[in-house]
């Protein structure tokens, strides 16, 4: 992570340098409109259009994406037309000229094949047609040469040439979050598959034998028993969104409970305080559940006596807080302090791990669980859930922006 951000800024203070360029190419005295000197204004400009160019790459390089930031990528530059293509065709031109799109895609094999930048003479029968040189800067991720930026003006300008070079590296920073993006989606993705293969197959033969205990005592309970499991199977196991409201998680809890005191009767006792207002809180799918599930096993393991658990929501301004509850039997902080960082197995503390790396990499370092006990003492464990996060909503709602 600190190489990504060192390539950041790396890619960052070229652009502040070709903001200074394109002042210098277009300033005209009394042009800046009260933003300070034409440098400055034209800086700020360059900016703005960098950032009006960086949210389309962000989703990777695809017709779509390219066709939404070439004319920004242009504006940058300054220049009479631009493309961006990939390894095989012309993505997107904007500007003049577009006849030249096969042309350029003939002279593209080199720098694409050393992913160094070249420019080249454009050859051109049209006499209404301004364009003369290309300047072919390569967008490379991870050394890889995903595709390359050219850039289209009358004459040679060595200055363009290194302008090219500048915006293509930031480009290919763009380029590499999108990366990022989608193998954080992937983890995410990996991580809710892993925390479905704990969901504890003892638990599961369990409710089937205690359904199966009440067919012939009971059919009716049986047969409530058994949508109860079907439910929560459902929804631990769909397939669609990685988010879901507090609503749904706590139903899906229900059923499980539901389960869990049919096996356990009245040695085990739950209490639920849950403020409608921060029912549709978004959150990610299989978050609470695996914390219940945890005060389940570590109330009534190794007691004889009643074990209580405790589940609370309640808003707190610009947040949902969660507190799940047990009084049972506890752990060494010490313990507990390897499970967090993955050093212990998952039978050390059910989806504990899973779920604090999940909610850090939602909402940040400062979102991750908040665990109280010691041994003998029980376990409290407290989530902090925003109520508005740009990206987390859920597969029915709205995004939460």
């Not at 031109?93 to 577009?98: A, M, N, P, S, T």
């Not at 012939?216 to 439910?231: G, I, K, N, S």
Request: aromatic share 6%; with cysteine.
């Amino acid at each position: 992570m600190s190489g990504f951000v060192a390539g950041l800024c790396v890619a960052v203070l070229p652009l502040l340098a070709a903001g200074f360029w394109l002042g210098r190419r277009t300033a005209r005295p009394g042009s800046s409109g009260g933003l300070g000197t034409p440098v400055e204004h034209a800086t700020f400009q360059t900016l703005h259009t960098a950032s009006l160019a960086a949210p389309p790459l962000r989703a990777g390089l695809t017709e779509e994406t390219a066709r939404r930031s070439a004319r920004r990528l242009r504006t940058l530059l300054g220049t009479d037309a631009l493309c961006l293509t990939d390894q095989e065709t012309v993505l997107a031109w904007d500007g003049v000229g577009d006849h030249h799109r096969t042309e350029i895609m003939e002279r593209l094999g080199g720098p694409l094949e050393t992913g160094r930048g070249e420019a080249f003479r454009l050859v051109c029968d049209e006499p209404d047609c301004p364009l003369r040189w290309a300047v072919v800067a390569p967008l490379t991720v991870e050394e890889r040469v995903h595709g390359a930026i050219v850039a289209c003006a009358p004459r040679e300008s060595a200055v363009l040439v290194r302008a090219v070079g500048e915006v293509a590296r930031w480009v290919s920073v763009q380029l590499e979050l999108a990366d990022l993006d989608r193998s954080r989606t992937r983890l995410i993705e990996a991580e809710i598959r892993a925390l479905r293969a704990q969901i504890s197959p003892h638990f599961i033969f369990n409710s089937l034998a205690v359904i199966a205990s009440f067919v012939r005592t009971d059919p009716e309970r049986a047969r409530e028993l058994l949508l109860e499991f079907a439910d929560f199977t459902r929804y631990s196991f769909r397939r669609h969104g990685d988010f879901t409201t507090l609503a749904d998680e706590l139903h899906a809890i229900d059923h499980y409970l539901a389960l869990v005191r049919a096996r356990f009767g009245e040695r085990l006792s739950v209490t639920l305080q849950i403020a409608p207002e921060v029912l549709p809180v978004a959150l990610p799918f299989l978050c609470l559940q695996p914390l219940v599930e945890n005060a389940v096993k570590h109330g009534l393991e190794g007691k004889t006596d009643k074990s209580h658990i405790s589940i609370t929501a309640r808003d707190a301004g610009a947040e949902a807080l969660v507190v799940i509850e047990d009084n049972g039997v506890g752990m060494d902080p010490g313990r507990l302090r390897r499970i967090l960082a993955g050093e212990v197995g998952p039978t050390g503390g059910i989806g504990l791990s899973n779920v604090d790396e999940r909610l850090r990499q939602v909402y940040g370092d400062d979102h991750g669980l908040v665990i109280e006990t010691a041994v003998g003492a029980g376990m409290k464990i407290t989530a902090r859930l925003p109520k508005y996060q740009p990206g987390v909503h859920s597969a029915a709602g709205r995004p939460r922006q």
